[in-house]
């Protein structure tokens, strides 16, 4: 089952989401569907409700847990209530700019790859990271705060430069010319 917008607030409520969580995965969405709506303007094959619905979904697991375990705490939810597993793996990758096995086991994560690799994960991945709160910001924002943080910024490069490539544009100013900071 791929959770349409009214399914996933099911969900939401559900578990008991409160609400700027679900304001941010709206956010999250918007941001999302413009890349994906571009990506299927230029022919790429993407499956935007996986997107979508992995989007609106993908903060799920914060009714548990805050840490970077929440993704996946939140694919385990999904997973339970039946949801396809392209969205599972969707919010299961969110995390971060992707959480290698290594860096996994040492985070203490249950063991595997929370790496997004698939074009649906990466959208939803990087939309995330344009997103601060509920307003999208640009994404030189985010490099800082991952610097702030001891995060990986080749990491975040590498995921913008890999959506840049399959849109032939930056992914920022695709975004930017739909929505407004
Ligand atoms: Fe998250």
Do not use: W
């Amino acid at each position: 089952m791929i959770p349409d917008e009214t399914e996933a607030l099911r969900i939401h409520r559900k578990y008991g989401s409160i609400p700027v969580i679900v304001e941010h995965c709206r956010a999250v969405e918007r941001v999302a569907r413009v890349i994906a709506s571009e990506l299927a303007r230029r022919g790429v094959v993407v499956d935007e409700k996986v997107i979508q619905a992995g989007a609106l979904l993908h903060d799920i697991g914060r009714t548990r847990v805050q840490t970077v375990r929440h993704g996946y705490e939140g694919a385990e939810i999904l997973r339970r209530e039946g949801v396809d597993e392209r969205v599972v793996e969707v919010v299961k990758r969110h995390v971060g700019a992707g959480i290698t096995r290594e860096e996994a086991r040492r985070l203490g994560l249950p063991e595997g790859d929370y790496m997004p690799r698939t074009l649906e994960q990466k959208v939803v991945c990087f939309a995330d990271k344009m997103i601060d709160s509920n307003k999208a910001r640009p994404f030189a924002e985010e490099v800082k705060r991952f610097v702030r943080k001891g995060h990986d910024v080749k990491k975040l490069e590498a995921l913008k430069e890999d959506l840049r490539v399959v849109l032939g544009r930056d992914p920022e100013e695709v975004i930017f010319e739909k929505i407004r900071i």
